[in-house]
């Protein structure tokens, strides 16, 4: 079908058809098909601008074009549009301002704003003189609809385009705004006034669209409104007009678009001091804003206090209080950062700043006020409301996860509390004694039973958990936990007393972590949660027991936790978070509880016993099965990790979990599974613990259905889960520990080398963490194959054939290459060369090709590996690794290792001097740490060691000659080898060329004796 007018309306038509049959079908696929011809958006412009056209295809039309727009625009695009079809169609982009539908008027904006943000200022640069001359037009036709509909059309523009923070559309879109903005100003003059004076609501939205575009403006375009003239008269008009509004709101009939004018000019406000605080303070009308802001939420406390949520009238009177201590806020933080809070976009004069801080400290920010400001919070907006407390009852769990993960910026209570940790930070030489008087003096005053008083009590100690950080250092917070607190949260008076227990686990949440609890305070707080979480106590309702697990979850996962003081309440825990499990209904509940039986099994290893690890593993399967559905999916992720830290705790005992674990990897890992892309990552993680625990005094059956996920699973995470990649070679080097030989049997030969070379390829680009991983696996299966030349040979020739030992030399001859790295890679060449050094070298033959080319490549790398002996290589057991490799080359014979004898011989002394071997096996203190491979819980002596570690330690300690092997003993026996080889004379005559100091050294560090 050709592409013209009216076919191109026709296909609209069936396209937009309210039946779905193969015409439609048909007509979207030509559509698609004629998107990529020349003149097709030119002609979508021309249907939608149509009036007399059907509204339906003349918004699939705009739609159409819209997106033909993002799509097709740029010249680098595939079927770009034309320069010439381009500008045809910004002839016409304004054809459209009458356009008496809104929601079509608004997507023509959206479209223009996108042609903008491609054209300005190159192609289209007189576009905003463009808009102010229409606007100008339409204000003389007196057409409000096309005022409208072009101030909709600014909007959209000016948001596109100030979304450009590098190039020349923002100092462009700059330089052009004085033209545009007295026209706004006097558009939303005139609008403002006419709609006070009439109350004629069918012209207010134009003044509001007009004070939308000041917004942005002020806040998007200038940098520092404070110094336009105009801008500065707009906003002193802006704040009478406000005040006008408030005061009044009753009077204008309030509505939507109302509330949308009010918001607006708070909006506004904030807005400013969000981008620099200073622009906002030197403006001449800032005392008129912040005294007003101020007056709202002094004399809206009480409304907004008692605002349910359901009343549209008083959720303005929120916003405004939400507002108005942000700004506050930003303020106080500016304040007392005397300006660093400015970002490098916003930077003021450091005159402008000094005098922005000097008309906040003497005009506003008094000690008077900010008593007053705790107070009002105190009373207001940090108490909780009536409607807290008709959703706790209605809907506590729901209530209790809300509260958990409010945002402070939409939220008043939250905003508050926020704003009041600002305060006290910044005010705390006047706060302290202020807030403390009232928790330890003033609450006397509110024994009496009854709601208000426990609710003024919830919010005094709610501003005592909100200042811990500021007054922790200054007060007894364990003389007050039982003096004061403790005493009130064990009240049982009235159900009531469930808000001061909910309190007083917060206040612990917010003071665990300072570094101020005693052991016998935490006695206390243990034996308080517990009475929390007892079903048997009335008060606890689920709320009280949340918030009593979410101050548990904070101290046992804090970095100062003692896990012995614990120790005695570990089974009334575990007893209570079990019971818990059954009555949760939310999903959000039971994450949160999983989590917490996770960290509890993680945190107090190996203190809590076989049986109560034994009933936690009993409540996987159930919640495993319970969890299908969409919604909560998630908290399989909790279930496999709460089943990884099992098998950690259990260690000897954690074939317990392999019935329900085993299957799980597959569930997981299986690339096919439904599940993999939501769990394989915790799949990961449980499939390694199981290796890592694996019983030391058990071998791994060859038929184990881990033997089996290995095939079918790991060469898929390994090419498609890069993003954990130690991880996956974590699992890798862990069945190498555990069944040594595996790796090296013909039949596993093209599996191990699809391994190898996914290795090969990732090297160059790797992360250190997944370098030291792959590093310390390739000493292990080096190590696990000295017993058999061989098996080694077998191991060599896999490295060789997937290029991964190819990759290694290249990465260590490559100058540009980090130092750390090269000394890491060299390792494996010094195990290679330690028990074949001949293979080496021949790795070297093969690698250059060529006598002269094998010995420049060799005596580079010889070189290097010199260089990085002397400045990268520092612990000792490294060394030796370095020194046993460096020595075995001599037994070569080649040439090349003998032209720096002298840099070996100093090697050598250096080792000799640093290190005093035992005489009988050559090992020493100093040799068993620095591992890249350490146990995961090597610096807690209370854990058991696994029984991979127990297999690494065996390996290191039976094949290691670093371990086992004198290296006084090796280098005499090299030199007696390379004497024999080379010939005495030929000895005498290389040895003749070092320095006499040199030897002399040497030769008296190997007469010294060694430990024995």
């Known amino acids: 079908m050709s592409l013209d007018l009216l076919s191109l309306t026709d296909c609209l038509t069936q396209a937009n058809s309210s039946e779905r049959n193969s015409h439609q079908k048909l007509a979207e696929n030509q559509l698609k098909e004629w998107e990529r011809q020349p003149g097709f958006h030119q002609l979508l412009q021309t249907v939608y601008t149509d009036l007399s056209l059907p509204l339906q295809t003349r918004w699939l039309a705009i739609i159409s074009f819209k997106n033909g727009v993002e799509r097709y625009w740029r010249a680098s695009k595939v079927n770009a549009i034309s320069k010439e079809e381009k500008s045809a169609i910004r002839q016409h982009l304004f054809d459209l301002i009458d356009e008496p539908n809104k929601q079509l008027a608004i997507q023509n904006a959206q479209a223009i704003s996108r042609v903008c943000r491609f054209d300005f200022p190159q192609e289209w640069p007189t576009m905003l003189d463009d808009i102010e001359r229409i606007l100008q037009q339409s204000l003389v036709e007196n057409n409000n609809v096309k005022i409208h509909n072009m101030l909709i059309i600014l909007n959209q523009v000016i948001k596109n385009l100030a979304m450009a923070k590098i190039g020349r559309t923002r100092p462009a879109l700059q330089s052009k705004a004085p033209i545009i903005t007295p026209l706004i100003i006097k558009i939303y003059t005139n609008f403002f006034n006419e709609w006070i004076e009439n109350l004629d609501f069918g012209i207010v939205e134009i003044g509001y669209l007009s004070l939308k575009v000041m917004r942005r403006l002020i806040t998007e375009v200038y940098d520092s409104p404070q110094q336009s003239p105009e801008l500065t008269e707009f ?160 809907e506590p769990e729901e209530w209790a996860n809300d509260e958990a993960n409010q945002n402070f910026e939409f939220q008043i209570r939250q905003c508050a509390e926020n704003f009041f940790q600002d305060l006290m930070v910044n005010f705390k030489d006047l706060l302290v004694p202020y807030v403390l008087n009232k928790v330890q003096n003033e609450m006397s005053n509110y024994n009496e039973v009854s709601v208000q008083n426990i609710l003024v009590k919830d919010s005094v100690f709610s501003i005592f958990q909100l200042s811990a950080n500021s007054i922790h250092e200054i007060i007894d917070f364990n003389d007050l936990c039982t003096r004061i607190f403790f005493p009130e949260a064990l009240k049982n008076d009235m159900s009531e007393q469930r808000i001061i227990k909910r309190r007083v686990c917060l206040l612990i949440n917010e003071w665990v972590g300072l570094s101020v609890i005693t052991p016998a305070t935490y006695q206390n707080i243990y034996n308080l949660l517990l009475n929390f979480l007892d079903p048997s106590n009335p008060i606890s309702d689920t709320v009280v027991k949340l918030t009593a697990i979410q101050a548990l979850k904070t101290i046992i996962t804090d970095w100062d936790f003692k896990k012995d003081d614990f120790k005695p309440f570990i089974k009334d825990f575990t007893h209570h978070l079990l019971s818990l499990t059954t009555t949760m209904e939310l999903t959000e509940s039971k994450l949160f509880l999983l989590n917490t039986i996770s960290d509890l099994i993680a945190r107090t290893n190996p203190h809590i016993s076989v049986n109560e690890l034994d009933q936690l593993l009993n409540i996987v399967p159930k919640f495993w099965d319970d969890s299908n559905n969409s919604n909560e999916l998630i908290l399989k992720n909790s279930l496999l990790r709460i089943l990884k830290n099992l098998v950690i705790s259990l260690n000897t005992n954690s074939h317990t979990t392999w019935p329900i674990a085993l299957p799980l990897i597959r569930v997981c890992c299986s690339p096919e599974s439904e599940y993999h892309s939501l769990l394989s990552e915790d799949g990961y993680e449980l499939w390694l613990a199981i290796l890592q625990y694996y019983p030391a005094s058990q071998q791994l059956d060859i038929s184990n259905s881990l033997i089996q996920d290995l095939n079918d699973f790991y060469l898929h995470a390994l090419m498609n889960q890069t993003e954990v990649l130690p991880l996956i070679i974590e699992i890798w080097r862990s069945y190498n520990i555990l069944i040594p030989g595996l790796f090296i049997e013909d039949g596993t030969k093209e599996f191990v080398l699809g391994v190898f070379s996914t290795f090969a390829k990732y090297l160059p680009q790797m992360r250190d963490d997944a370098l030291d991983i792959l590093i310390s696996y390739l000493e292990i299966a080096l190590l696990e194959n000295y017993n058999s030349a061989e098996n080694f040979k077998k191991l060599l020739s896999l490295m060789m054939e997937s290029r991964l030992l190819p990759t290694i030399i290249e990465m260590v001859m490559d100058d540009d290459q980090a130092h750390l790295t090269i000394a890491k890679l060299l390792l494996v060449l010094a195990r290679i060369a330690y028990f074949m050094p001949g293979d080496l070298i021949e790795v070297f033959r093969y690698l250059f090709p060529g006598d002269s080319e094998t010995s420049a490549a060799l005596k580079k790398c010889i070189t290097v590996w010199y260089a990085r002996m002397d400045a990268t290589v520092g612990n000792p057991r490294n060394r030796k690794i370095h020194v046993l490799g460096l020595t075995a080359l001599l037994k070569t014979g080649n040439p090349v290792f003998f032209e720096d004898l002298s840099a070996l011989v100093s090697l050598w002394i250096s080792s000799l001097e640093e290190v005093n071997e035992s005489a009988n096996s050559g090992d020493c203190e100093t040799y068993h740490s620095n591992y890249l491979y350490e146990f995961q819980f090597n610096d807690d002596l209370t854990v058991k060691e696994n029984g991979e570690y127990v297999r690494f330690q065996e390996l290191f300690k039976t094949r290691d000659p670093v371990h086992n092997l004198l290296i006084k003993q090796f280098i005499n026996s090299t030199l007696n080898e390379v004497e024999q080889s080379i010939g005495q004379q030929t000895w005498a005559q290389l040895v003749s060329q070092l320095d006499h100091n040199l030897i002399e050294n040497f030769q008296y560090f190997l007469r010294l004796p060694t430990n024995s």
Do not use: M
């Open 235 to 394: 906003l002193s008009l802006s704040v009478r007009h406000f005040e006008l509004l408030i005061t009044g709101y009753e009077k204008y009939s309030p509505n939507d678009i109302l509330e949308k004018y009010i918001k607006c000019y708070a909006k506004i406000y904030n807005l400013i001091v969000k981008s620099n605080p200073t622009s906002l303070v030197l403006l001449p009308c800032s005392k008129e804003i912040l005294f007003l802001l101020l007056k709202i939420i002094q004399e809206k406390a009480q409304t907004v206090y008692n605002n349910d949520g359901d009343n549209d009238a008083d959720g303005v009177w929120e916003f405004l209080a939400i507002k108005s201590l942000l700004i506050f806020k930003n303020l106080i933080n500016f304040l007392f950062k005397k300006g660093a809070v400015l970002t490098l976009k916003s930077k003021s004069s450091k005159a402008d700043v000094e005098n922005a801080i000097n008309l906040l400290t003497t005009q506003f920010f008094s000690e008077d006020l900010i008593k007053s400001l705790t107070d009002l919070l105190i009373n207001y907006y940090i108490k909780l409301k009536p409607s807290d407390l008709e959703s706790w009852a209605n």
